[in-house]
């Protein structure tokens, strides 16, 4: 059973930064991917970025490019997303995903930036 634990929310305020990390188990993040939507109060859903291990590559959704930075350590399981310069609209709740599919993502870590 794949369980994923992410952590690393919090509340800042425009222009802070924040470093969410997410703890995978019962998947591997050898010749697979993983990736981080979010889901503000009241909106659908949006993909964030997603980094592939398969071939190296990374996606970033227009609105996060420039300001957030994916990651991953595949010794330890863990994922990471860096991002800074965080504005008011980046609120939400921040879900890892295995395989970048949103079927299968954790429980999400709440994230809120004031203004």
């Known amino acids: 059973e794949v369980q994923l634990v992410e952590s690393g929310g919090g509340l800042v305020q425009t222009g802070g930064s924040l470093r969410l990390s997410c703890v995978a188990s019962?998947?591997?993040?050898?010749?697979?991917?993983i990736g981080w939507f979010r889901q503000a109060s009241g909106k659908e859903r949006e993909g964030v970025s997603c980094?592939?291990?398969?071939?190296?590559?990374?996606y970033y959704a227009d609105y996060v490019k420039g300001r957030f930075t994916i990651s991953s350590d595949n010794a330890k399981n863990t994922a990471y997303l860096q991002m800074n310069n965080l504005k008011p609209e980046d609120t939400a709740v921040y879900y890892c995903?295995?395989?970048?599919?949103?079927?299968?993502r954790g429980q999400g870590t709440q994230v809120t930036v004031s203004s």
């Open positions: 995903a295995a395989n970048c599919r949103w079927h299968t």
């Open positions: 019962g998947f591997s993040f050898d010749d697979s991917a």
């Open positions: 980094i592939s291990s398969r071939d190296g590559s990374i």
